[in-house]
């Protein structure tokens, strides 16, 4: 009779039978950023390939050129929303979780959500928050970046994009400034010229570089992510500047068809189908009873490519 009428026994049946509604709440604060959009796509594979079902959850519902403040829920608000579509787990992408100084409130809210659900965070570990996560190596490649630079022959090196006070910002200058320390280049204040995580912000980063000094520019530069690269490129053409003849240009993160740009972009690959994975993964894992706190860390991959003026 099964055979007969084709019957597939309900996934969402099997799960209430083991109290569980095979879904997984993803909470990220701006889904028009690139960065995300490959990340949640790699968690959505990842998760229904494990019959999971994914609940994304936008707590900005803004690019960086909508107006923030009509947009009243809060983050914490979020904490709270996700467990009333009956998740099994959940996933914290960015945002406020990435600010250098948590807010008393978001940590209560965030510690009280993992006590009722599994929550795991895509980010750096916080001490203060009882999570599991799964945190990328934001240092290393920037280290490789400059290093790659340093080969080809630059000394004179900036860095552009990313926002002050975020945690992936703070540790990418860092380890910027540690990278042209070791290799005795000149670390330039006015050569670090932080915006934001965007095209525009790259554009406006170029542009405050040539205006304070067009005689005195460095001669490669370290951009956050390909978004900030792709915008710094467009103002170097506006501004008589060849990419990389004159100055090259690498980037911190990867994003889709960043190979197709002109120049192409040299860059890091953070392998985001390897941190969805493994993030869905040891979710569902702890979801499962078997949790333990384990942080993993991941290795980014250089891609050469044209903007940085390597010859193959």
């Not at 985001?272 to 993993?296: C, F, H, P, R, S």
Request: contains cysteine; charged residues 25%.
């Amino acid at each position: 009779m099964i055979d007969q009428h084709q019957y597939t026994p309900s996934v969402f049946a099997r799960g209430m039978i083991h109290r569980q509604t095979k879904n997984i709440g993803v909470i990220l604060p701006d889904i028009s950023n690139p960065y995300f959009v490959s990340l949640v796509a790699e968690i959505q594979k990842c998760a229904l390939e494990q019959f999971y079902s994914t609940i994304v959850f936008n707590t900005l519902l803004a690019g960086p050129e909508s107006d923030k403040t009509k947009h009243h829920l809060t983050e914490e608000d979020y904490l709270r929303i996700v467990l009333e579509k009956q998740v099994d787990g959940v996933l914290v992408l960015g945002g406020e979780i990435d600010k250098e100084v948590l807010s008393e409130s978001y940590v209560t809210a965030l510690n009280q959500l993992h006590k009722q659900v599994p929550v795991l965070v895509i980010g750096s570990k916080r001490e203060e928050l009882d999570c599991l996560f799964v945190e990328r190596d934001l240092k290393k490649g920037v280290t490789t970046l400059v290093t790659h630079l340093t080969a080809l022959g630059h000394h004179n090196i900036g860095f552009i994009g990313g926002e002050r006070g975020v945690k992936i910002t703070t540790s990418r200058v860092d380890a910027f400034r540690s990278a042209l320390n070791h290799f005795s280049h000149p670390v330039r204040k006015e050569w670090i010229e932080l915006t934001d995580y965007y095209v525009p912000a790259g554009y406006e980063a170029l542009m405050r570089l040539v205006e304070r000094s067009s005689e005195d520019l460095p001669t490669a530069l370290v951009a956050i992510n390909d978004s900030v690269a792709i915008g710094a490129i467009r103002a170097m053409k506006d501004k008589g500047i060849r990419c990389p003849e004159d100055i090259a240009i690498v980037s911190c993160d990867q994003f889709l068809n960043s190979d197709f740009q002109i120049p192409r972009l040299t860059t890091i690959d953070q392998h985001n189908e390897y941190l969805g994975k493994i993030a869905v993964l040891q979710l569902i894992t702890a979801m499962n009873g078997d949790y333990e706190q384990t942080v993993i860390k991941h290795q980014p991959e250089l891609i050469v490519r044209e903007s940085c003026g390597a010859t193959n």
